[in-house]
Structure formats: C-alpha cells, structure tokens
C-alpha cells in the first residue's frame, strides 16, 4: 500500500457510540470522510437523524442510527445485531461513550456516594467492555477489526484539586482493559488500542471553557499550555481505525500537549 491507500477505510463499517454530540461528530466525520459507512447511537434520537443527514449529504455515506443506552446489555446486543445485518460486517469500534472529566462529579472519596460510583463505572467501564464484546463476535468472522476505546489523561495520572475517584478507576480501568483485549482478540485479527484525550471542548465541558481561571489552570498542567481542540483528535482516530495501524496494539496514545510528560 502506498501512503494514501494506509488511511483509506472506503467500503469498511464503522460504529461510533454517543455520536449525538462533541466529539463523537468529530469522529463520524472523520471516520465517513475516508469512505466508512457508519453506523452511530446515542440516546437523542433527534440529534442522531440530523447527524446522520449530515454525514450523508456531506460524505455521500450510509448512515445507520439507532437509540441506544450502551451500559444496558441487551439494547447492546440488539444494536451490533442490526448493524451486522445491515451492512454484512463491522470493521470499526469508536467506544467513545462516556463522562466528561471534571463535570462527573467532584466530591472527597469520603463522601463519594456508591450510587455516583457505580453510575460512573457503568457509563465509562462497562459500556466500553459491552460493546467491545458484541462489536468483536463479528469481527472476528472477517478476521479483522479495530476497536477504539476513549480513556482520559486522567486515567493515566491524577490532578490535585479534582476529587472524581469514580472517573480515574473508570478511565484508568479502560487503560488496561484495552491492553487485555489486544491480547485476547489479536488471535482474530482484532487490534485494540485507546485514545486518553487531555481537556476537550464538547457539551459537558462548555461551561468549563468559559471559565477563565479553570482554562489558565489546565493550561499551566500542559507544556503546550493550550487546551484541546477537535482537529487534534482527527488524526490519531483515523491511524488507529486504517491499516496505517496494522502493527499496533494494546496501547493507550495521550492526546493531552503534553501534560503526562512531567
């Protein structure tokens, strides 16, 4: 292959999980740009259909949209099912499901509640295992896959000031459930790796965008001393959803300036 055909994904399926908004648009746009049909879900129905036209009369893609609540296993299995059966295979997995960072929920483990625990656990660790498992079944009958999970900078350290024990065990635990399903699904031609972006514009952290003193904080956390913009992203998902990435996997790439370098 030559350096363009790499990143080319024209023909291959591509789901992207809580697509409705931020950087799950990112990542349907970058994803349909190189020729992925796609199948995408969240729970706003309304917000998936104008994505999925979107992408359609931008891209000239297939677009398949269902609603789904990817922490419950069986709307999972429902929805994998019915893309298999549309499309005759998947290709891609974006787990792009979750939390956003600080907006969590911020309290001292001492008072951290088990229902704020367990909720965080389930919409971060246990949609990404879900999916991945069902995605994988069919994946496996081609032979090949790619599946992409989102961690966090704060999976891999912690910042002083933010009490979210719930998001550093959930986006930590992805870290590693990346590298064991790489051991795991390599025998099927499956590669898994993760992205652990740094702070990000999307829905839950746009109030956080517009506060000075937090911006000149997380900047101040961040050699590059900027905050994250969704061009930054648009590479790295595409390397790891194209066969640029064939020979890459279990590994979790911060997109974060820098900040997990000190």
């Known amino acids: 292959m030559d350096v363009n055909e790499l990143f080319e994904l024209k023909g291959q399926v591509a789901i992207v999980t809580g697509a409705s908004a931020g950087l799950g648009q990112v990542f349907t746009d970058v994803l349909a740009s190189k020729g992925a049909r796609l199948a995408i879900c969240a729970r706003r129905v309304s917000k998936l259909k104008e994505l999925a036209q979107m992408l359609k009369k931008k891209h000239k893609t297939e677009v398949f949209f269902m609603k789904v609540d990817v922490t419950k296993e069986e709307q999972v299995t429902k929805f994998c099912k019915a893309v298999f059966e549309k499309y005759g295979r998947i290709d891609i997995l974006v787990n792009n499901v979750g939390t956003s960072g600080v907006t969590a929920g911020d309290a001292p483990s001492f008072k951290f509640s088990r229902d704020a625990w367990t909720n965080e656990i389930e919409k971060n660790l246990t949609s990404t295992f879900l999916m991945s498992r069902e995605a994988a079944k069919y994946m496996s009958r081609n032979k090949y896959g790619r599946i992409i999970n ?10 002083d000031g933010w009490n979210m024990p719930s998001y550093y065990a959930s986006k930590g635990g992805i870290v590693n459930l990346t590298r064991g399903l790489a051991v795991e699904f390599a025998k099927y031609g499956i590669n898994v790796n993760a992205i652990a972006p740094g702070t990000f514009p999307s829905e839950g952290t746009k109030s956080l965008f517009k506060d000075r003193e937090f911006v000149k904080h997380v900047e101040s956390l961040v050699p590059m001393h900027r905050m994250g913009r969704h061009d930054d992203l648009k590479g790295v998902v595409l390397f790891l959803a194209s066969h ?9 790439i911060p997109v ?4 997990t370098i000190w």
């Open 256 to 259: 974060d300036g820098g900040w």
């Open 150 to 159: 989102l961690s966090s900078v704060l999976g891999l350290v912690a910042a």
């Open 244 to 252: 640029a990435s064939d020979y890459v996997t279990g590994h979790t």
